[in-house]
């Protein structure tokens, strides 16, 4: 445990970096209120929204970023986890450019759907594959095909994780106080915001990460109930609390208590997938679900998803049962950048060299809260990882929720410092940085520099 931090002295510096950030921004506030006039809230979506105002981005390159002000940051953001290959990445660019002359839409298939396809399927083990466009519609289309497979209409999730946007799964996601959550052992269905009907909510039903006894209760008694669930869909490590990852026998647990009761197994890796390990937490942890979700880094920045499935529940597609459909889905160009991803940029070197870089980091990290001795610890697997701001070890949501009222500060804080410092990240305690295979030992040097400031600064 760590010495205590004034809770002030958090406030007091928040002011102080806060001013010195919007002093460098300028141009984005007057992006913003132009683009308040006609985009709503002045954003394209509103995980973008920052107040007072949020950074305009005008280009990237390799592992940096520069916004609309001319302010050079590394970029550990990387578009929430997406662009772990780096900005414009060479490979990628290269098979866009001869792909766009050739055509870039037409709703048919094309040879780089066979190619990603057969990659897809040697990295998670899974043999057959589908499309689409984001992590969203992949998680949406899962859990329809499982339903489809299964007969059944309840979805089983974990409390805090974050599946997409569609109304199924913005359920029991965050900002969930205790009280309205209900007990651990048969949490209430909570939705996330607005406009999703009650009747889709209580079809959710979620459950605590990193307990399988809870689970497998929680299961049998919806099964007495008459609602066996459809699925469990669930990211192997939680990448929406920071970095949450599973306590040994985890995942071996939930494989074995999903097949005993005959329900789809989903590992959701919009994520994971592509990012820690060739073939993401399947790989990674050695348990193969029933069905993947990938997006995110899948298309090395255009927009892509895909669903892998097992032989027996591809049945239900290949049949006709279920529609899985989408204009986009296959899309020329978005399977040429995946291609050169897959096969030129995300390479076992590669792969190495994150391994190399979140080693660096995470070190760097560590030695910086031991000298300052802050009540924090870090957490990483290949790209990801960030620096956890609790003296007691974060492993569901409810311990996550418990730390809350003194890591919020903190985050907000250790944020306007990386971008007063050159580091552009994602603001949000529940963040984690990417690091990409164009990042360097300097850019490490940077991030842990910058963190060392920020301690600094608490003790000063």
Not at 396 to 411: F, I, K, R, S, V
Request: proline residues 4%.
């Amino acid at each position: 445990m760590g010495a205590p931090i004034n809770h002030e002295r958090i406030q007091e510096l928040i002011a102080v970096e806060a001013d010195v950030l919007n002093a460098k921004t300028q141009t984005s506030k007057q992006y913003f209120e132009d683009a308040s006039q006609h985009l709503s809230g002045g954003v394209a979506s509103s995980y973008q929204v920052h107040e007072p105002w949020p950074i305009y981005v005008e280009k990237g390159s390799g592992p940096k970023v520069w916004d609309v002000d001319g302010n050079e940051f590394y970029d550990f953001h990387n578009g929430f986890g997406s662009m772990v290959q780096g900005h414009a990445h060479p490979s990628i660019g290269k098979a866009v450019a001869e792909r766009y002359p050739l055509g870039t839409h037409f709703a048919a298939p094309t040879e780089d759907a066979i190619v990603v396809g057969n990659e897809l399927a040697r990295r998670f083990g899974l043999p057959k594959w589908r499309y689409t466009n984001s992590g969203s519609e992949s998680t949406m289309d899962a859990i329809r095909i499982a339903r489809a497979f299964t007969g059944r209409d309840t979805v089983m999730k974990i409390f805090g994780s974050y599946h997409g946007h569609h109304d199924t799964v913005m359920v029991n996601i965050g900002s969930v106080e205790a009280a309205e959550r209900g007990p651990r052992d048969n949490y209430a269905s909570v939705s996330y915001g607005g406009g999703i009907p009650q009747a889709v909510v209580e079809m959710t039903v979620a459950v605590p990460f990193n307990d399988a006894d809870a689970m497998e209760q929680r299961i049998e008694a919806l099964t007495a109930e008459g609602r066996k669930p459809a699925c469990v869909i669930m990211e192997a490590a939680m990448m929406n609390l920071g970095v949450v990852l599973p306590e040994p026998g985890y995942l071996e647990r939930v494989r074995e208590i999903t097949a005993k009761h005959s329900i789809v197994l989903i590992f959701d890796e919009v994520k994971t997938g592509i990012c820690i390990a060739a073939g993401g937490a399947t790989e990674k942890y050695g348990v193969t679900p029933d069905m993947v979700t990938l997006a995110k880094a899948l298309g090395g920045g255009l927009p892509a998803g895909a669903i892998g499935m097992s032989e027996s529940i591809s049945e239900v597609v290949e049949d006709g049962t279920v529609f899985q459909v989408g204009t986009y889905n296959g899309n020329p160009l978005t399977l040429a950048a995946t291609r050169a991803s897959l096969l030129e940029v995300m390479t076992d070197d590669a792969y190495a060299h994150l391994a190399h870089l979140n080693d660096r980091i995470l070190a760097g990290c560590d030695d910086v809260i031991k000298r300052y001795d802050l009540a924090a610890y870090t957490v990483g697997i290949g790209s990801k990882g960030c620096v956890v701001f609790s003296d007691t070890k974060i492993v569901d949501y409810e311990t996550y929720w418990a730390n809350q009222e003194n890591a919020g500060p903190l985050a907000d804080l250790a944020w306007l410092f990386n971008m007063n410092r050159g580091i552009f990240m994602t603001p949000g305690r529940e963040e984690e940085w990417t690091l990409s295979v164009t990042h360097d030992d300097a850019s490490i040097d940077a991030f842990v520099s910058a963190f060392d400031e920020l301690a600094a600064a608490l003790r000063g």
